[in-house]
C-alpha cells in the first residue's frame, strides 16, 4: 500500500492521529490554520503544508477532523476548486448527520468518496493509539482504509451505510455524558467519606462499577488537575447537544443524559469551559460546600 496520508486539522485529535502515522511509517502532510500546530509536529515526523489542499494533493487518503461543520464544508469547497484527482476522505469528526450529509454532497459531484468515520476515545486515548473507529459508508473504501485506521486506533469497525458512523458514535458518547458524571459523583463521595483517593481509583475502579471514563477521568478528579484538556467542556457541549437533538428526533427518552446537561453547563458558566470534562467533579465539589 502507498504509504501517503493527508491530514486537515491538527487539533487534540487531528494532531494525534497525524503524529501516530508518522511514527509508524507513514509519509503524513498535515495542514492547520493555526501554522504552530503543524510546526510542533514537524519533529515528530509531520511535513507541515500550506492549504488543505496542499494536504489532500499529498495522497489518495485524507484525514479530517475539523472543529465545526462550517470548517468542515470550506475545506470540502476548497477541496473541489482544486480539481484534485478523486480522492477518499475519511471524515472523523462529531457533527450531527445533516452536517455529514453536506459535507459528501459537497465532495461527491467531484468524485471523491466520503466516509463518515467518528472516533470513540479523548485526546489522551487519540495519543496512545487507544481510538475505536466507527466507519460508514462505501465498503470497499473502508476495506482499504483498514492499514490507515490500525495505525492510529486500536479498533476499526465497518458499521455499513454512511451516518451509521455519526449514528454509532452519538451512542457511545450519550454513555460517556453519564459515566463521566457519575464517576465525579463516585469520587466526592470517596473522598467526602474519608476514603484514601489512590485506594478508591484502585478498588472502584476493579469492582463491578467500573467504566473506562472512571479509568481515564477519575485520577484528574482525584488530583484536582483538569488540564491539559483531552476533550475540553466547551467542545463537549457542542456534542451534548447533537446527541440531544438525535434522541429527539426519534422520540427516545434519555432522563439519565438530560441530567448531566445542567451539570456541564454550571462549568462553563464556572469558567471551566477550557478545562477536561472531568471538571464536573469540581461543579458538583463547589456545589456541596455552597450548602455547607
Known amino acids: 500500500m502507498d504509504k501517503r496520508v493527508g491530514v486537515i486539522g491538527l487539533g487534540i485529535m487531528g494532531g494525534a492521529m497525524a503524529a501516530s502515522l508518522a511514527e509508524r511509517g507513514w509519509d503524513v502532510a498535515g495542514f492547520d490554520l493555526d501554522p504552530g500546530r503543524g510546526a510542533a509536529l514537524a519533529g515528530r515526523g509531520v511535513t507541515a503544508v500550506a492549504s488543505a489542499t496542499a494536504a489532500a494533493a499529498h495522497a489518495g487518503f485524507v484525514i479530517t477532523s475539523l472543529p465545526t461543520p462550517a470548517a468542515a464544508r470550506a475545506v470540502a469547497g476548497e477541496l473541489v476548486a482544486g480539481a484534485l484527482a478523486p480522492r477518499v476522505i475519511i471524515e472523523t469528526s462529531t457533527f450531527a448527520l445533516e452536517d455529514k450529509e453536506s459535507i459528501r454532497a459537497i465532495l461527491a459531484p467531484a468524485g471523491h468518496i466520503v466516509l463518515d468515520c467518528p472516533l470513540s476515545g479523548t485526546g489522551a486515548q487519540a495519543a496512545n493509539r487507544d481510538l475505536v473507529i466507527y466507519a460508514s459508508g462505501d465498503s470497499a473504501a473502508i476495506t482499504s482504509a483498514m492499514p490507515i485506521f490500525a495505525d492510529f486506533g486500536r479498533e476499526a469497525h465497518d458499521v455499513g451505510a454512511f451516518g451509521n458512523g455519526s449514528r454509532m458514535k452519538f451512542v457511545a ?49 482525584a488530583s484536582g488537575a483538569y488540564e491539559p484538556a483531552t476533550m475540553r467542556i466547551s467542545t463537549w457541549m457542542k456534542d451534548m447537544d447533537i446527541i440531544g437533538r438525535f434522541a429527539r428526533a426519534l422520540d427516545v427518552p434519555t432522563p439519565a443524559f438530560d441530567i448531566t446537561l445542567p451539570i456541564y453547563q454550571r462549568g462553563l458558566e464556572l469558567g471551566l469551559g477550557e478545562a477536561d470534562t472531568a471538571a464536573v467533579h469540581e461543579v458538583l465539589r463547589r456545589q456541596m460546600h455552597q450548602k455547607t
Not at 459515566?179 to 466526592?188: D, G
Not at 470517596?190 to 471514563?213: E, I, N, V
Open 173 to 221: 458518547n450519550l454513555l460517556v455524558a453519564i459515566h463521566n458524571v457519575a464517576a465525579a459523583e463516585a469520587m466526592l463521595l470517596a473522598t467526602s467519606a474519608g476514603l484514601d483517593p489512590a485506594q478508591t481509583l484502585r478498588l472502584a475502579g476493579a469492582g463491578a462499577g467500573a467504566s473506562r471514563m472512571f479509568d481515564m477521568r477519575a485520577p484528574m478528579m
